[in-house]
């Protein structure tokens, strides 16, 4: 008879699980005959004493058997992008269909924002119409015929992670890299992928506040990859700035298409492509790293990547052609003449949530029409007066809020 005190005493006394103990720990939790207590005591006992790689894989591999994985339905290298979270962070929508018509299959399986981080979903659901809510039979059939899709996980996608998930978030056990490795590395690996890219990011509008701790995730993440044979490659970004000039939903949708139709902001275009380059190299179809990055812009230029962008909405049942309006536009202007020194995203952040762009809790709804567009960025020389950036909303009461934040946000010295 299994006994999760005798794990949890064990991982709490800093020894080392074997595989059988973490698969009943977490099949046991799934089924119910682990307790919600019993679990928030041995993910605590995970936050302080951690994992070494064989246990974290293991981890993974028990919260994967959890649920069914995606089948394959080509002989295409299959690959995803996974990104840590941040501000501005739009570069999903463009990826899929640019690796799409590179000869890839992307089954990506995407989130909603909570917190300060933006969610893919929640992005392209500024799209009327789009579905995000794919049955697997409906993924393999689009990545058939489109050879991409992004939508939400099913239900019966690592159903572990997600009751996991919401325990870590109201027992303080979210931040610890063994938890964090095998909530991604689990979901990422039931898509059944050739190869995997990662976007980790750090500084104030990001889970990992350093570098160092980024670089930790960073290599936590590839060891778990590589033990599923998934050929995983990361990169460090620095997320104490939005990346590109839009954040929050609706807008950031428009910046992807501009980024899609060769005219976006170099940012968002130049960390897309590396990102995309990465994948095409891992699966061979490129060894040339500058050749791999000249077809990506060419895609982007000739129009080829935004037109399969058009087609993976509409077999979501999008319509771009019904995309509404931003909300009315306000500047909001520096006090004061200086060097503007330091955007604090967390702020930012704060600002688009005060706007109603983003959740303060879980399944909140969102105003998809709000959102910033910053105009400066960190270094520029501001006079006063001069606008820092746009703020879009209808709502003055929430616009004064997000004004608090945004005073907090830039700072000019
Ligand atoms: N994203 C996830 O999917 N899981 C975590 O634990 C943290 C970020």
Known sequence: MFNPISVIEKKRDNEVL?????????AGFTDGSVKDYQMSSFN?????????????SDMTAAMLASGSRLKRVSDRPRVDKHSTGGLGDKTSLILAPLLACCGLDVPMLSGRGLGITGGTLDKLEAIPGYRTNLSQDEINSQLKSIFCVITGTTKDIVPADRMLYALRDV????PSIPL??????????AESLDALALDVKFGSGAFMKTRELAEQLASSLIRVGESFEVKTTAQLNDMNFPLGQMVGNLNEVLESIDVLQ??????????????CADLLISCQIFDDRQQALSRLETLLNDGTAYEHFE???AAQSGRLSDLPT????????????GKLTRVDCYSVGMAVIALGGGRSEVGQAIDHRVGLQMLIEPGEIVAANQPLCKVFSDSSLRLETAQEWLNQAFQIQ
């Open 326 to 337: 931003l909300a009315k536009s306000h500047d909001f202007k520096a006090t004061h003449h």
């Open 18 to 26: 074997t595989c059988e103990e973490i698969d009943a720990m977490v």
């Open 180 to 189: 964090i490795t095998s909530s991604i590395m689990s979901k990422k690996m």
């Open 44 to 56: 605590m006992a995970v936050c302080c004493r951690g994992m070494i790689d064989r246990e974290i």
């Open 311 to 313: 087609k993976m909405v």
């Open 171 to 174: 027992t303080g056990t979210v």
């Open 262 to 275: 060769g005219r976006g902001p170099a940012s968002v275009t130049k960390l897309t492509n590396e990102l």
